[in-house]
């Protein structure tokens, strides 16, 4: 027997070991290894590489796009400090020249003749001469401030439409409806009124006249001043075709000056800058340079804030090149690389694997004789696999190993089996003595129990019996000898006789319970769904009509193994316990249909209610005799009675909980081998 143990044990290990070989041969194997170690390079640092190297490119490329604007921003930025520089050096040569000497001289006409010659040689919007004694009401512009203390001043300033109005035609040309544009800030305002000027002052002081000459340039409109500034910036945009690039000015965030498009030949005057640039660069006063969203299309962009004369920012210069051509020359760039390393995989990958399979014959030889071997062929062997290299030998001594595993497993097999035989044999042997005492003991307790209570009760009746005939007698005595003066106490003699019968009534149960075979009737097929509707009329007096409902579902169903008074009983004592459990208000229900126990036909009757329910506490004892949960109105025997009937008649009771609430008694019977009648 030890032998035959040992023997096992090591079989069980080969057999763990082999399944724990088969567990780790997709992921340990050396063919896997082997793939690994020679295509590692193609498939995982090459890729690993190649991403590296395009994210650094796309970073370097980002910030060379980024770089680029920065410097467009800055050529189109000394653009514009050049017409500012520009517009002062003309006014000041106005103020300063022979000319206008004379021409302050001659009078109101004249000079009002030469400075509209002057403005339209200067290519200005307004120019008109203040004398120190008028030009008091001008003094809140810094510009005419500067030029009154002697100093040429040129900003960029902000006209009110109060402004414009002294200049009529310009007032017309500011004018931009506003545009309803994604992702700007909310606006009640519907009309641009305001007008941004390149706003020059310079002094004139001549021995007889001292003043102020200004001049100006409106800026709403100005497309031959953004379009200027564009061909400056993107000058070689429409020859190589690299950039398409715009320009714009905003006045604060809306475009009062522009060549992007809303369509083709229709600028998009009106439209306004998304809030969150116009938070960076007008409320913080930062130089955006990244992509943004402009209109309709992504730009590079690169957006400053422009300062007045107060020193305010009150706008933003703009140009951007659209960002379209370089993310397609980006992905284009991408896909080149994927290529690129799909191709070195194409050709390499075919050389390693030609490379690689004269390792990988020989081992897939071995791993396919293992198989075999876990499938329980132990017949199998690898054979011959070529060159007597280091693999070879370990397939040749593996051969030797399968030799002694199946001479081994030989001897294994037959101890085993005849050991099985004889733990079979044994435990066959045991099982059924096991369960010939068991049925034994069961019987034997049940019988002690029975007989045991069976005999208490019976002496209790009996002793009971004695002195309630005694008692009954002696009211009949009572009767008898009072004769008409009994009428006097028919209450109390009345009373008297009720309680005897209910006395007598519950010695009857107790006899009944002690020595059911006695009580018992022969059993009669009985129509079920008739016996239900006729023990209705029974519980009349525990059932109000008006406050318990009674619903039925009664199927077409067989006659039942049982007499029609122990039916009866137990049907009246589940009805009228399922009123009570309601305290007289619900609804109960009543079902019967054919069922199967066990494989044997028969018929399930459910009383079902809608009360509180049995606590999980004495949900298991309801059928013990004396168990009642109606302290000193039952003696608690009607169920355990209604269980002994049931079970005499081959039948069973059980009881459960509804989830819906209430609890639901199920009493399945065998159908009747043959019908009785009544």
């Given at each position: 027997?030890?032998?035959?143990?040992?023997?096992?044990?090591?079989?069980?290990?080969?057999?763990?070991?082999?399944?724990?070989?088969?567990?780790?041969?997709?992921?340990?194997?050396?063919?896997?290894?082997?793939?690994?170690?020679a295509?590692?390079?193609?498939?995982?640092?090459?890729?690993?590489?190649?991403?590296l190297?395009?994210?650094?490119?796309?970073?370097d490329?980002?910030?060379?796009?980024?770089?680029?604007?920065?410097?467009?921003?800055?050529?189109?930025e000394?653009?514009?400090?050049?017409?500012?520089?520009?517009?002062?050096?003309?006014?000041?040569?106005?103020?300063?020249?022979?000319?206008?000497?004379t021409?302050?001289?001659?009078g109101?006409?004249?000079?009002?003749?030469?400075?509209?010659?002057?403005?339209?040689?200067?290519?200005?919007?307004?120019?008109?001469?203040?004398?120190?004694?008028?030009?008091?009401?001008?003094?809140?512009?810094?510009?005419i401030?500067?030029?009154?203390?002697g100093?040429?001043?040129?900003?960029?300033?902000?006209?009110?439409?109060?402004?414009?109005?002294?200049f009529?035609?310009?007032?017309?040309?500011?004018?931009?409806?506003?545009?309803?544009?994604?992702a700007a800030?909310?606006?009640?305002?519907?009309?641009?009124?305001?007008?941004?000027?390149?706003?020059?002052?310079?002094?004139?002081?001549?021995?007889?006249?001292?003043g102020?000459?200004?001049?100006?340039?409106?800026l709403?409109?100005?497309?031959?001043?953004?379009?200027?500034?564009?061909?400056?910036?993107?000058?070689?945009?429409?020859?190589?075709?690299d950039?398409?690039?715009?320009?714009?000015?905003?006045?604060?965030?809306?475009?009062?000056?522009?060549?992007?498009?809303?369509?083709?030949?229709?600028r998009?005057?009106?439209?306004?800058?998304?809030?969150?640039?116009?938070?960076e660069?007008?409320?913080?006063?930062?130089?955006?340079l990244?992509?943004?969203?402009?209109?309709?299309?992504?730009y590079?962009?690169?957006?400053?804030?422009?300062?007045?004369?107060?020193?305010?920012?009150?706008?933003?210069?703009?140009v951007?090149?659209?960002?379209?051509?370089?993310?397609?020359?980006?992905?284009?760039?991408?896909?080149?690389?994927?290529?690129?390393?799909?191709?070195?995989?194409?050709?390499?990958?075919?050389?390693?694997?030609?490379?690689?399979?004269?390792?990988?014959?020989?081992?897939?030889?071995?791993?396919?004789?293992?198989?075999?071997?876990?499938?329980?062929?132990?017949?199998?062997?690898?054979?011959?696999?070529?060159?007597?290299?280091?693999?070879?030998?370990?397939?040749?001594?593996?051969?030797?190993?399968?030799?002694?595993?199946?001479?081994?497993?030989?001897?294994?097999?037959?101890?085993?089996?005849?050991?099985?035989?004889?733990?079979?044999?044994?435990?066959?042997?045991?099982?059924?003595?096991?369960?010939?005492?068991?049925?034994?003991?069961?019987?034997?307790?049940?019988?002690?129990?029975?007989?045991?209570?069976?005999e208490?009760?019976?002496?209790?009746?009996h002793?009971?019996?004695?002195?309630?005939?005694?008692?009954q007698?002696?009211?009949d005595?009572m009767?008898?000898?009072?004769?008409?003066?009994?009428?006097?106490?028919?209450t109390?003699?009345?009373?008297?006789?009720?309680?005897?019968?209910?006395?007598?009534?519950?010695?009857?149960?107790?006899?009944?319970?002690?020595?059911?075979?006695d009580?018992?009737?022969?059993?009669?097929?009985?129509?079920?769904?008739?016996?239900?509707?006729?023990?209705?009329?029974?519980?009349?007096?525990?059932?109000?009509?008006?406050d318990?409902?009674?619903?039925?579902?009664?199927?077409?169903?067989?006659?039942?193994?049982?007499?029609?008074?122990?039916?009866?009983?137990?049907?009246?004592?589940?009805?009228?316990?399922?009123?009570?459990?309601?305290?007289?208000?619900?609804?109960?229900?009543?079902?019967?249909?054919?069922?199967?126990?066990?494989?044997?036909?028969?018929?399930?009757?459910?009383?079902?209610?809608?009360?509180?329910?049995?606590?999980?506490?004495?949900?298991?004892?309801?059928?013990?005799?004396?168990?009642?949960?109606?302290?000193?109105?039952?003696?608690?025997?009607?169920?355990?009675?209604?269980?002994?009937l049931?079970?005499?008649?081959?039948?069973?009771?059980?009881?459960?909980?509804?989830?819906?609430?209430?609890?639901?008694?199920?009493?399945?019977?065998?159908?009747?081998?043959?019908d009785?009648?009544?």
């Amino acid at each position: 027997m030890a032998m035959t143990l040992a023997c096992n044990a090591e079989s069980a290990k080969l057999d763990g070991d082999v399944g724990r070989s088969r567990k780790g041969s997709d992921l340990n194997s050396v063919r896997l290894k082997l793939l690994v170690l020679a295509l590692a390079p193609l498939g995982v640092l090459l890729p690993l590489l190649m991403l590296l190297a395009m994210a650094r490119w796309t970073t370097d490329y980002d910030e060379l796009l980024i770089s680029k604007v920065d410097s467009d921003l800055r050529i189109a930025e000394q653009y514009l400090g050049r017409i500012l520089a520009g517009t002062g050096a003309g006014v000041e040569a106005i103020a300063d020249s022979r000319v206008f000497e004379t021409v302050l001289a001659q009078g109101d006409d004249s000079r009002a003749a030469f400075l509209e010659e002057m403005r339209i040689d200067q290519a200005l919007d307004f120019l008109y001469y203040l004398p120190e004694g008028d030009a008091e009401h001008a003094l809140r512009w810094p510009v005419i401030q500067a030029a009154m203390n002697g100093q040429r001043s040129s900003h960029i300033d902000i006209f009110s439409a109060d402004d414009l109005a002294d200049f009529p035609q310009l007032a017309l040309r500011a004018r931009i409806d506003l545009i309803e544009t994604q992702a700007a800030i909310p606006t009640d305002r519907t009309v641009e009124d305001r007008g941004m000027v390149i706003h020059t002052a310079a002094p004139v002081n001549l021995p007889d006249n001292r003043g102020v000459l200004v001049g100006g340039i409106l800026l709403n409109r100005n497309l031959d001043f953004i379009d200027t500034i564009n061909a400056l910036v993107y000058l070689n945009a429409a020859t190589n075709g690299d950039r398409q690039g715009t320009a714009t000015l905003f006045l604060e965030d809306v475009r009062v000056s522009t060549n992007v498009r809303l369509f083709e030949d229709v600028r998009a005057l009106g439209t306004r800058v998304s809030a969150e640039v116009r938070a960076e660069v007008l409320t913080q006063g930062q130089t955006w340079l990244d992509r943004a969203f402009v209109v309709n299309d992504w730009y590079i962009s690169g957006y400053q804030p422009l300062i007045d004369s107060y020193g305010e920012r009150v706008g933003m210069l703009y140009v951007g090149f659209l960002e379209a051509p370089f993310s397609s020359a980006k992905r284009a760039a991408y896909l080149a690389m994927l290529a690129s390393m799909a191709a070195v995989f194409i050709l390499t990958a075919p050389l390693f694997l030609r490379m690689a399979r004269g390792i990988f014959s020989p081992l897939e030889k071995m791993t396919s004789t293992m198989k075999r071997v876990e499938r329980g062929d132990l017949a199998a062997r690898i054979g011959d696999v070529g060159p007597k290299d280091e693999i070879g030998q370990v397939a040749t001594h593996l051969d030797t190993l399968l030799d002694q595993v199946q001479e081994r497993d030989q001897a294994l097999r037959s101890w085993a089996d005849e050991l099985n035989d004889r733990v079979d044999r044994r435990t066959a042997e045991l099982r059924a003595a096991k369960d010939k005492l068991e049925e034994t003991f069961q019987q034997l307790v049940t019988s002690e129990k029975l007989a045991s209570i069976g005999e208490i009760t019976a002496g209790v009746a009996h002793e009971i019996n004695n002195p309630v005939a005694v008692i009954q007698g002696n009211v009949d005595v009572m009767r008898q000898t009072l004769g008409a003066d009994a009428e006097d106490l028919k209450t109390e003699l009345d009373l008297i006789d009720r309680q005897v019968q209910r006395i007598d009534g519950i010695v009857g149960k107790l006899l009944q319970f002690a020595r059911p075979t006695d009580y018992a009737a022969t059993g009669e097929g009985v129509e079920l769904s008739q016996l239900v509707e006729d023990c209705r009329g029974l519980i009349a007096h525990v059932q109000p009509q008006e406050d318990v409902r009674v619903t039925t579902d009664f199927a077409a169903a067989p006659n039942v193994a049982i007499s029609a008074g122990e039916m009866q009983q137990v049907a009246v004592n589940l009805m009228v316990n399922a009123v009570q459990a309601m305290n007289g208000v619900g609804e109960m229900a009543l079902t019967i249909r054919p069922a199967q126990n066990d494989a044997q036909d028969g018929v399930e009757l459910t009383v079902a209610d809608s009360g509180p329910g049995i606590d999980a506490d004495n949900l298991n004892r309801v059928f013990d005799p004396f168990h009642t949960t109606k302290l000193g109105e039952g003696t608690g025997l009607g169920l355990s009675i209604s269980q002994t009937l049931i079970r005499q008649a081959g039948g069973t009771i059980s009881v459960a909980n509804r989830p819906e609430g209430g609890a639901v008694f199920t009493v399945w019977l065998p159908k009747a081998k043959r019908d009785f009648a009544d």
